[in-house]
């Protein structure tokens, strides 16, 4: 009688047939190897802890590596590249105006915070998960909501010149005209108007529109590293709204015969929803990893490791929306819990970044920034996603 | 020269990687490549849905490792990392196939695919079938464990978990194909 380990090894040994480690397939893979774009210059988007196609990668890479080189022409323009070494803080002037970009980056994080937490109690709503605690929660969440909402308009109201140019304005006029779709959105979701994901969707996309005042302010900064952090900043910012997607779409996931109810295949919308925002929040972490110093990229991994325990709570979700044999789906509570305590991460995060050194009030010369390298990443196959 | 034949711990290093002083890129990895691909590939083989994409992951992998290569070196020796490219990759793949799969409505994988036929005999195939069925952490343990050799600690390793989970997901893998195979034997 043959054991079962006795039919893995015989069929692993099958498997390995025909397999030849030929020199023309090495010399293929050394010049793949050297093709532009890869090489030790570009480590970090080879690194194993990828789950994504190397094409992904790159794309995420020259992503970043583009917004820089933009944040790099617009600080020449603004007078910083002109070989003067400007200090934070050496010209009054200088440091009120960094104040304003930080306080209404600061305003437009903690809006989109409060956006994200009400897409996720939103969707909880509607799909009927943790039905005793929703209510009272998407109720609290749409509060904290007009409060940031509030202190938002009133940042941009206080940025005078800050906000003046056509490119700001224009972003600014973008967000207004998404956040005056709130209510009606906040109706649909009352009286079941519309499905998660199109909640899911709007949600983001305003949340979105309002990150993105922050890179036009760039130019008003003359100093660096201090530029370099507001890049960061929207980068972490951009992870905690993909994370949000993340938690959305599985909430959705889990539910999809009534969630996506009406649709032509509603278990086929609930896998690619979950794939996109997967995908989103894959390339938001490359895009933050691309342009992170090595203490930033270890401290968001040794957060999430912490909150996540270990938990495999996303690749449960994939492997029953797949049908693989004997997944069974995560408890939605479980689900919705975890995924809420990673999202806090990511936004605390933000938050961190914001009160680092290089903020205005500080105001010190800015020193070298410490060189250290960087670790060697603890693989986490599916972990950092969360969910 | 050669691997360890057990594909855990390397015990036994490559000619080259037993000098430090000749950290050579070429002469290492393609020592690494020549004793471990077809190992590699069999793992790759067994995580994929579509078995003719195991060696073109394995390859990625490879460049990966040489592109990366400053990072590589710090460690004892490639094949760790190696290990966690290929099922990374493999799990990256089938992600995108599984979601590409249902935008086209076509029907779920075999692993009767032209590949298979001509390495697998219908025993062979149902084994590998089963393998592929299992929820994914178990797949992955499982091929770690038979399909690469791995010891408890080099699979928790590879997949960032603790070895009391690759334990758990061991025995639940095994129980399951206990039960799947069980005509076979």
């Known amino acids: ?387 | 020269m050669g691997g360890t034949g057990t594909g855990d711990e390397v015990t036994q290093l490559s000619d080259a990687y037993e000098h430090p002083d000749t950290f050579d890129r070429d002469a290492i990895l393609s020592t690494v490549f020549r004793d471990e691909y077809t190992r590699l590939v069999g793992l790759a083989r067994v995580l994929l849905d579509r078995t003719g994409d195991a060696e073109e992951c394995v390859q990625e992998a490879f460049a990966q490792a040489y592109a990366a290569w400053p990072r590589v070196r710090r460690q004892q020796h490639p094949l760790p990392y190696l290990r966690q490219s290929v099922v990374n990759l493999a799990r990256g793949g089938l992600r995108r196939r599984q979601i590409a799969r249902r935008a086209v409505l076509e029907p779920a994988a075999t692993v009767d695919d032209a590949d298979v036929r001509v390495l697998l005999d219908e025993r062979q195939r149902a084994v590998v079938a089963a393998v592929r069925a299992l929820p994914p952490r178990q797949r992955e343990c499982i091929a770690l464990r038979y399909f690469q050799d791995c010891s408890t600690a080099a699979t928790a390793a590879t997949l960032g978990i603790s070895e009391g989970s690759v334990k758990t997901h061991l025995h639940r893998g095994l129980a399951t194909l206990e039960t799947a195979l069980e005509d076979l034997r």
């Open chain 1, 1 to 387: 009688m043959t054991t079962t380990e006795e039919l893995l090894r015989e069929a692993a040994s099958a498997l390995r047939r025909d397999a030849d480690p030929t020199d023309v397939i090495w010399e293929r893979i050394r010049a793949e190897a050297t093709t532009v774009g890869r090489g030790s210059s570009n480590v970090e988007l080879t690194d194993p802890v990828a789950q994504t196609a190397r094409q992904r990668w790159l794309a995420a890479g020259a992503v970043a590596v583009a917004t820089l080189l933009v944040v790099f022409v617009l600080v020449t323009r603004s007078g910083g590249g002109d070989g003067s070494q400007v200090q934070i803080g050496a010209d009054p002037d200088i440091a009120v105006t960094q104040q304003q970009v930080w306080d209404l980056t600061r305003a437009g994080v903690e809006l989109a915070n409060a956006l994200e937490i009400e897409s996720v109690w939103s969707v909880t709503a509607m799909t009927g998960a943790v039905p005793d605690r929703a209510p009272a929660e998407l109720a609290a969440a749409r509060e904290q909501t007009d409060a940031a909402l509030t202190a938002w308009r009133q940042a941009v109201d206080d940025s005078g010149d800050l906000v003046a140019s056509s490119f700001t304005a224009d972003q600014i006029t973008s967000a207004e005209q998404r956040l005056a779709g709130l209510p009606a959105l906040r109706r649909s979701v009352d009286e079941a108007q519309t499905n998660p994901s199109n909640v899911i969707d709007i949600f983001m996309s305003t949340a979105e529109a309002v990150l993105e005042i922050s890179p036009t302010l760039t130019r008003a900064l003359v100093d660096g590293e201090a530029v370099f952090e507001l890049v960061t900043i929207q980068a972490l910012a951009q992870v905690a709204l993909a994370q949000a997607g993340v938690v959305g779409s599985g909430l959705s996931g889990l539910s999809y015969p009534t969630a996506n109810a009406g649709m032509a295949d509603p278990k086929q919308h609930a896998v690619e929803q979950f794939g996109f925002a997967h995908d989103r929040w894959d390339l938001a972490m490359r895009i933050f990893e691309g342009g992170a110093l090595p203490s930033q990229k270890q401290a968001i991994r040794d957060r999430s490791a912490a909150v996540l325990g270990g938990d495999d709570l996303d690749q449960e979700l994939a492997s029953w929306l797949d049908d693989v044999l004997g997944a069974a789906p995560p408890d939605p509570t479980t689900w919705l819990e975890q995924g809420l305590a990673v999202l806090a991460v990511y936004q605390q995060l933000t938050l961190d970044e914001l009160d680092h050194p290089t903020k205005p009030s500080s105001a010190p010369p800015s020193a070298p920034q410490e060189t250290q390298a960087d670790p060697m990443p603890t693989p986490s196959p599916s972990g950092t996603t969360g969910g």
